[in-house]
């Protein structure tokens, strides 16, 4: 059974720095791995898709990098903004299925 | 395109009541999840749809939850009767079968049972 985890749980940085979240599966038969971002009583917003052929995307300030073979993903924020708080979630699909599974995410909070 | 639409956004409802939600995924999509997200559990797929067919309910807590989708631009999730531990936020997700399984999620509805 693929399962996913993310660590921290919560991180509080300062705005400015680089940030790395980390999320890992301990499964590495994936199609994909989606990284989204959940603010406050809201929904998801997609954020990268990598596929599973692919090492790495790249969309503004934010790049995830995919190791399929060790089961880890890092989603790295550049020059984070305190805009940038919210959750942010780690999702795979399996090979086989459809459905995403997800991580507990990781509460992020950038301090002005 | 307005993307994955779900309604309501809000409900409220009586332990015993009928609760239905209500979800229209983004044109052209072939594939339709329903996910709970709760603070104990996380978020997990209750049921998954391709071209309007059931493929895989094995996410469904119990017979009290029951998922329809008529035709390619509707579906809805019905609990009945509900009970307080139904409490959760409820969101659907779709997308297009056969490609890059990206999948785009509705903003939810967040069902309170008293």
């Known amino acids: 059974k693929q399962e996913v985890t993310q660590i921290p749980a919560a991180l509080s940085v300062p705005e400015g720095e680089n940030l790395v979240l980390n999320c890992s599966f301990t499964?590495?038969?994936?199609?994909?791995l989606q990284w989204f971002r959940q603010d406050p009583g809201k929904g998801l917003t997609s954020l990268l898709l990598?596929?599973?052929?692919?090492r790495e995307q790249t969309s503004g300030r934010l790049n995830a990098s995919l190791d399929k073979s060790s089961g880890r993903s890092t989603l790295y924020i550049a020059a984070s903004q305190p805009g940038d708080s919210a959750t942010y979630l780690c999702?795979?699909?399996?090979?086989?299925?459809?459905?995403?599974?997800f991580g507990q995410g990781t509460r992020l909070t950038i301090n002005p | 395109d307005a993307g994955v639409i779900q309604s309501p956004r809000h409900e409220v409802t009586e332990m015993g009541q009928e609760v239905t939600l209500r979800c229209k995924p983004i044109?052209?999509?072939?594939?339709l999840f329903w996910y709970r997200q709760t603070m104990m559990r996380g978020l997990e797929l209750l049921i998954y749809?391709?071209?309007?067919?059931?493929?895989?309910d094995s996410g469904m807590p119990e017979d009290r939850f029951s998922a329809k989708m008529p035709n390619a631009s509707f579906s809805t999730l019905k609990i009945q009767p509900s009970e307080p531990r139904d409490s959760a936020v409820y969101f659907c997700?779709?997308?297009?079968?056969?490609?890059?399984?990206?999948?785009?999620f509705g903003p939810g509805t967040r069902l309170t049972v008293t």
């Open positions: 997700a779709s997308s297009f079968w056969l490609s890059s399984y990206e999948q785009y």
């Open positions: 499964d590495s038969a994936i199609y994909n």
């Open positions: 990598i596929q599973s052929s692919q």
């Open positions: 999702a795979v699909t399996p090979q086989g299925a459809q459905k995403l599974v």
């Open positions: 044109s052209g999509h072939n594939s």
């Open positions: 749809f391709n071209n309007n067919v059931p493929i895989d």
